[in-house]
């Protein structure tokens, strides 16, 4: 990380109309939500297609790839801005309405999480709340809304299947043959070896998938990143774009592997603390139970805490099966 950090100094209808009734007053939330985000760092994926000034035409590019589509006027797209409910201080989705439909991106170089159709969940109802009038939810005429469509890119090093579908009611405590709710996440792998024809259908698309995969290749050498991004504009590889943010994509980079360290050490730290706690706990019912079950305790916790960041400490104490306190020095620990 350190060498990284260095690398940063050497490159620089009626119900329509209740919808957009909604305008103003969602573009206050929006500017509250802008707020609030500019304490969450954002991705590189997310600047590609939200932040830069090519982000339009970008998202229309992938729009089309996904729906068969051929739109061209930017002034089709409205950005929607929600507060931190996908990833926790790190800004790694997008939301956006176009035509009538509602299309929420989201970027995982990690691990897929299986809570991401209940993050989604709650996020599209924040959305929402931007987008249809408050008078008019109360109103007995019907308030047709856009149509929610959720994607989730996977470009992590893991191996994972071209696509996957993620649905809410697998989270269901009594699920039935026909659920009330559903919400189904759609899973795109668009790691460049894996060929997705996503990333023929979508050229900026293809040459993100092409720039991760260079920044992994010289990823255990000296100036890695800097490498990766001279590499990619020789061969035409998201050229402008590096050409006039060169040195912030550095800088957006290095704290995405800084953010996903961090994660992997507090993890291996929640181990080491539930092992302690376990052995003392072990000392009435064995050593080797107790240190398994008090690994298991601080993990649970600890995941349990970063995929559900509203819950309260007696909430996860409860579904953890442990004491608030224990929730506590979990967190302490560990500053979440």
């Given at each position: 990380?350190?060498?990284?950090?260095?690398?940063?100094?050497?490159?620089?209808?009626?119900?329509?109309?209740?919808?957009?009734?909604?305008?103003?007053?969602?573009?206050?939330?929006?500017?509250?939500?802008?707020?609030?985000?500019?304490?969450h760092k954002d991705s590189v994926f997310v600047d590609l297609f939200y932040e830069d000034e090519t982000a339009e035409k970008n998202l229309l590019s992938l729009y089309n790839a996904?729906?068969?589509?051929?739109?061209?006027?930017?002034?089709?797209?409205?950005?929607?801005?929600?507060?931190?409910?996908?990833?926790?201080?790190?800004?790694?989705?997008?939301?956006?309405?176009?035509?009538?439909?509602?299309?929420?991106?989201?970027?995982?170089?990690?691990?897929?999480?299986?809570?991401?159709?209940?993050?989604c969940l709650m996020y599209v109802g924040r959305a929402y709340e931007q987008l249809v009038d408050q008078r008019a939810r109360y109103r007995d005429a019907l308030v047709r809304i856009?149509?929610?469509?959720?994607?989730?890119?996977?470009?992590?090093?893991?191996?994972?299947?071209?696509?996957?579908?993620?649905?809410?009611?697998?989270?269901?405590?009594?699920?039935?043959?026909?659920?009330?709710?559903?919400?189904?996440?759609?899973?795109?792998?668009?790691?460049?070896?894996?060929?997705?024809?996503?990333?023929?259908?979508?050229?900026?698309?293809?040459?993100?998938?092409?720039?991760?995969?260079?920044?992994?290749?010289?990823?255990?050498?000296?100036?890695?990143?800097?490498?990766?991004?001279?590499?990619?504009?020789?061969?035409?590889?998201?050229?402008?774009?590096?050409?006039?943010?060169?040195?912030?994509?550095?800088?957006?980079?290095?704290?995405?592997?800084?953010?996903?360290?961090?994660?992997?050490?507090?993890?291996?730290?929640?181990?080491?603390?539930?092992?302690?706690?376990?052995?003392?706990?072990?000392?009435?019912?064995?050593?080797?139970?107790?240190?398994?079950?008090?690994?298991?305790?601080?993990?649970?916790?600890?995941?349990?805490?970063?995929?559900?960041?509203?819950?309260?400490?007696?909430?996860?104490?409860?579904?953890?099966?442990?004491?608030?306190?224990?929730?506590?020095?979990?967190?302490?620990?560990?500053?979440?």
């Open positions: 990380m350190e060498r990284m950090r260095k690398e940063t100094k050497k490159l620089h209808s009626t119900n329509a109309a209740d919808v957009s009734a909604k305008r103003q007053e969602g573009d206050a939330a929006e500017r509250t939500a802008d707020k609030e985000n500019r304490e996904l729906h068969g589509t051929d739109y061209r006027s930017r002034s089709m797209i409205r950005k929607i801005r929600v507060g931190n409910v996908l990833y926790k201080n790190f800004k790694n989705d997008i939301s956006f309405e176009v035509g009538e439909k509602l299309i929420v991106f989201g970027e995982h170089q990690s691990t897929i999480n299986k809570n991401m159709p209940l993050r856009p149509t929610p469509e959720f994607y989730t890119f996977y470009n992590g090093v893991k191996e994972y299947p071209l696509e996957r579908e993620l649905f809410l009611s697998d989270a269901f405590l009594d699920p039935t043959d026909k659920n009330p709710l559903e919400l189904t996440v759609k899973v795109i792998n668009i790691n460049f070896q894996k060929a997705h024809d996503i990333l023929d259908k979508c050229e900026v698309l293809k040459e993100y998938s092409q720039f991760v995969n260079t920044v992994r290749k010289y990823a255990k050498e000296e100036d890695s990143i800097r490498k990766a991004i001279y590499e990619c504009m020789e061969q035409g590889i998201l050229t402008d774009y590096l050409k006039r943010k060169g040195s912030e994509v550095m800088n957006m980079l290095i704290a995405e592997y800084n953010y996903e360290e961090d994660m992997q050490v507090k993890q291996e730290e929640a181990l080491r603390i539930g092992e302690k706690r376990g052995e003392k706990r072990g000392r009435k019912e064995g050593k080797k139970q107790g240190k398994k079950e008090g690994i298991f305790l601080s993990g649970k916790i600890f995941q349990m805490v970063n995929a559900n960041p509203e819950y309260t400490d007696e909430q996860i104490a409860e579904k953890a099966a442990c004491s608030i306190e224990e929730v506590k020095d979990v967190r302490k620990m560990f500053s979440i």
